[in-house]
C-alpha cells in the first residue's frame, strides 16, 4: 500500500488482484507512470457506474479505480468537474479521450475493444443504438426519479411517486417483452445492451417493490444469468475495496439534492 498526496486529500493506493491488473485510488491521486497507460474510471457503487465496471471486467482492459464518493460532494469537486462537468459518475479518461454518461461509456468500451457489439451491420447496429438510447433516455431516468421520490422526497409526493413507479414499470415491462423473445436484448448473443440493463436491472425491487419480479420474470433471468458470469462478481465486489460514506445525513443530502437548497433560499 502506498500513500500519494493528490489535490486536498491524501490517497490510498493499493494493487488489485482483479481482472486486467489495476490500481486503485480515492478520490484523485498524480498520474503514477503506470496508470498512464491505463484507463481511469471514475466510479461510485451505483448501478450506472456497475455498468461499466462490467465492462471492464468482461473486455479485460486494464484499468485504474478512481473512487468519487457521492454522500461527501466529491463529485463537485474542480478536479472531477473537469472531467465531467455534469457531476455525476462514472466517467472514463483514456489517454486523451475524456468520456461520461455510462451508455456513451460503454459504446466506446465496444468499439476500442472490438467486443460485446452485434453484428456489423446496418439493421443490427440501429437496433443496438435504439436500445441503448431507451435505456439512457428511459430506464436511467425513471428508475432514479423512482427511487428519489419513493425513499428520499418530502411528502406531499403521491402524484410524483405514482407517475415514476408507473413510468418505470412500464419502461421495465417493454424489457421483459424483448427479453420473452430472446435469449438476449440483442438476439442469441450477450453484448453491451445486457450489461446496460444489469445495471438497473439489479435494483429493481428497491425501484418498483419487492414483489416486482413476479411480473418481469425474462428480466429476471437475464439479471440472474449475468450475476453468476465471474465479471459480474468481480464488479460486484469492487466497492469492497473502498470505504464509501453510508449514511444519508444532513450533509450527504445538501452534497446528493443541491436542488433542495432553493426551497430554503
Excluded at 481482472?19 to 451505483?46: C, D, N, V, W
Excluded at 475493444?113 to 435504439?130: C, D, I, V
Aim: aromatic share 12%.
Amino acid at each position: 500500500m502506498t500513500l500519494l498526496k493528490g489535490f486536498d486529500d491524501t490517497c490510498i493506493i493499493t494493487k488489485s488482484l482483479f481482472q486486467g491488473h489495476r490500481l486503485t485510488q480515492t478520490p484523485f491521486a498524480p498520474l503514477t507512470r503506470e496508470s498512464k497507460f491505463m484507463i481511469q474510471f471514475y466510479y461510485h457503487p451505483s448501478p450506472n457506474p456497475l455498468k461499466v465496471a462490467l465492462f471492464l471486467e468482461e473486455c479485460g482492459l486494464p484499468y485504474e479505480v478512481v473512487a468519487i464518493d457521492t454522500r461527501k460532494g466529491e463529485q463537485h469537486l474542480p478536479a472531477f468537474l473537469k472531467i465531467n462537468p455534469n457531476a455525476k459518475t462514472p466517467a472514463i479518461v483514456d489517454g486523451d479521450a475524456t468520456v461520461f454518461d455510462s451508455n456513451a461509456i460503454l459504446l466506446y468500451l465496444a468499439e476500442k475493444s472490438g467486443q460485446f457489439l452485434p453484428e456489423n451491420t446496418p439493421a443490427a447496429r440501429a437496433q443496438m443504438l435504439s436500445w441503448l438510447m431507451f435505456i439512457a433516455s428511459g430506464i436511467g431516468p425513471y428508475s432514479g426519479q423512482a427511487v428519489h421520490f419513493k425513499h428520499f422526497a418530502p411528502e406531499p409526493k403521491e402524484y410524483a411517486v405514482n407517475r415514476y413507479s408507473f413510468e418505470a414499470e412500464r419502461h421495465y415491462a417493454i424489457l421483459d417483452a424483448q427479453l420473452a423473445k430472446h435469449r438476449y436484448m440483442l438476439g442469441d448473443t450477450y453484448t453491451l445492451i445486457d450489461m446496460a440493463v444489469w445495471g438497473w436491472a439489479r435494483a429493481v425491487p428497491f425501484i418498483l417493490g419487492p414483489d416486482a419480479w413476479e411480473k418481469l420474470p425474462n428480466l429476471k433471468r437475464l439479471l440472474d444469468e449475468i450475476n453468476a458470469r465471474p465479471a459480474a462478481q468481480r464488479a460486484e465486489t469492487l466497492k469492497n475495496q473502498f470505504t464509501f460514506k453510508a449514511e444519508m445525513d444532513e450533509d450527504a443530502r445538501k452534497q446528493m439534492f443541491p436542488q433542495n437548497a432553493r426551497l430554503t433560499a
